[in-house]
């Protein structure tokens, strides 16, 4: 199994940046692409961005284009989430996962099988 811990998490003021990382240990050979989602109380776990074993290519939600940044460090079994510009609806617990190799549904949830814990990023306004 993979297990994968996230931190990097805080209260920050809204036009503020964060930078959450994602540890992971276990079977890391088994680790292809790598997600980071959110989730508020109530409501469903949404797709935040993705990024390819490579680092190549990445995938943003609409929401955060342009203000996020992923990336990751192999060598170090390490996933990051550059976050700027932070506003108060970012506030959410922030989750990484990693992605089925065999799924090409980088949005989806489903397509993931395994999660972190979750860090807590509050944006005041």
């Known amino acids: 199994q993979v297990q994968l811990v996230e931190s990097g998490g805080g209260l920050v003021q809204a036009g503020g940046s964060l930078r959450l990382s994602c540890a992971a240990s276990?079977?890391?050979?088994?680790?292809?692409?790598m997600g980071w989602f959110r989730q508020v109380p109530g409501k469903e776990r949404e797709f935040v961005a993705a990024?390819?074993?490579?680092?190549?290519?990445?995938y943003y939600a609409d929401s955060v284009k342009g203000r996020f940044s992923i990336s990751r460090d192999n060598a170090k079994n390490t996933l990051y989430l550059q976050m700027n510009s932070l506003k108060p609806e970012d506030t959410a617990v922030y989750y990484c996962?990693?992605?089925?190799?065999?799924?090409?549904?980088?949005?989806?949830?489903?397509?993931?099988?395994?999660w972190g814990q979750g860090t807590q990023v509050t944006v005041s306004s």
């Open positions: 996962a990693t992605k089925k190799y065999y799924s090409a549904l980088f949005t989806h949830r489903d397509a993931y099988d395994y």
């Open positions: 276990g079977r890391t050979f088994s680790i292809y692409d």
């Open positions: 990024i390819q074993l490579s680092g190549s290519t990445t």
